[in-house]
Nanobody, 125 residues
Framework: QVQLVESGGGLVQPGGSLRLSCEASGNIFTINIMGWYRQAPGKHREWVAS???????IYADSVKGRFTISRDNAKNTVYLQMSSLRPEDTAVYYCNADLTYSTGDYSYTREYDHWGQGTQVTVSS
């Protein structure tokens, strides 16, 4: 069993900063790409940022220059540092991982899209 748990969401004023964390736990064998997505009410879930095993990052144009994704492989954790926040950034933020986990002594399962439950970020004055 593998679980992704997001934390760090909350209420912040426009122009403020917030750092999100997502920790993976369970019978993890390997974690490849990790990323962040967000979903606002009435909108589809959109991709925000991703980071690969070597630390290479990519960002959606809407957050480029304001958000920074990073990871701590020893802690199986990915972070999203958000700065210069705007009301349009308000959403539930989800982390995602491409990972392989153990299902038995000699059994492993690859999941290309393993999701957390999300953490709410609200940007408002």
């Amino acid at each position: 069993q593998v679980q992704l748990v997001e934390s760090g969401g909350g209420l912040v004023q426009p122009g403020g900063s917030l750092r999100l964390s997502c920790e993976a736990s369970g019978n993890i064998f390997t974690i490849n790409i990790m990323g962040w997505y967000r979903q606002a009410p009435g909108k589809h879930r959109e991709w925000v940022a991703s980071i690969d095993e070597g630390g290479k990052t990519i960002y959606a144009d809407s957050v480029k220059g304001r958000f920074t994704i990073s990871r701590d492989n020893a802690k199986n954790t990915v972070y999203l540092q958000m700065s210069s926040l705007r009301p349009e950034d308000t959403a539930v933020y989800y982390c995602n991982a491409d990972l392989t986990y153990s299902t038995g002594d000699y059994s492993y399962t690859r999941e290309y899209d393993h999701w957390g439950q999300g953490t709410q970020v609200t940007v408002s004055s």
